[in-house]
């Protein structure tokens, strides 16, 4: 099984929501990820978690704040978010430490700020 | 660091027709290779990956790619393409040691003309 699953698929918020997206994998898989994904673009890294700790923050803005609360899942809180922050939003997992680099990826999150 | 080339950003082709589209990377370091599909409205979907050996990696859906350290490419092909082929296909690298970043390319729109 190389499932990754996101929740919801669409999101739509205002400025001064806070809501969250769920990812969740099953592949015993020890290194998650958050990528942003604008229309005609490759999607751009924000977040990696690797064995549940935060490895990397690619500068990310404050208002997007990610959480690992187990191996298998992987939260991204949102809060008082700006309209150019519309996107799809990506989770992918890969094996980790002594992995072979290759990323699954979930079907994504459509994120609309009104 | 890596970096990754695609030249084309969009290829139409006749149904039936055989399409490349190439994918140029540079890297100081050794690194892994992959390709990935997006259908519209969807995730990305590993379509395959080079790691070792044989330079002619076969995917799904009837898709390969050769490695040329050489000429640093790793080229898509495909003999006869279907209307279904229709999608946005992303080269990426990451380095075989250290951390588990993709890079990736730009992108290539592929459009199957009926």
């Known amino acids: 099984d190389t499932e990754v699953t996101q929740t919801p698929k669409h999101l739509v918020m205002g400025m001064t929501n806070k809501k969250s997206l769920k990812c969740e994998q099953h592949?015993?898989?020890?290194?998650m990820y958050w990528y942003k994904q604008k229309a005609k673009k490759p999607p751009e890294l924000m977040f990696v978690?690797?064995?549940?700790?935060?490895?990397i923050n690619e500068s990310v803005p404050s208002r997007f704040s990610p959480e690992c609360p187990n191996s298998s899942l992987l939260n991204l809180h949102l809060h008082a978010l700006q309209p150019e922050d519309s996107a799809l939003y990506l989770c992918?997992?890969?094996?980790?430490?002594?992995?072979?680099?290759?990323?699954?990826f979930g079907p994504g999150t459509r994120l609309t700020v009104t | 660091a890596q970096s990754v080339t695609q030249l084309d950003s969009q290829v139409p082709v006749f149904e039936e027709a055989p399409v490349e589209l190439r994918c140029n990377y540079s890297?100081?370091?050794?690194?892994?290779l992959f390709w990935y599909v997006q259908y519209p409205n969807q995730g990305l979907q590993l379509l395959l990956k080079?790691?070792?050996?044989?330079?002619l990696v076969k995917g799904i859906n009837g898709f390969e790619a050769e490695f040329n350290k050489s000429q640093t490419s790793f080229h898509l092909r495909k003999p006869s393409v279907h209307i279904s082929d229709t999608a946005e296909y992303f080269c990426?690298?990451?380095?075989?040691?250290?951390?588990?970043?993709?890079?990736f390319g730009t992108g290539t729109r592929l459009t199957i003309i009926p």
């Open positions: 990426a690298v990451s380095p075989i040691f250290g951390n588990e970043k993709l890079t």
């Open positions: 080079y790691l070792s050996g044989s330079t």
């Open positions: 992918a997992s890969s094996q980790g430490r002594g992995g072979r680099g290759e990323q699954y």
């Open positions: 978690y690797s064995y549940e700790k935060l490895s």
């Open positions: 592949m015993g898989h020890r290194a």
């Open positions: 890297s100081s370091v050794s690194v892994y």
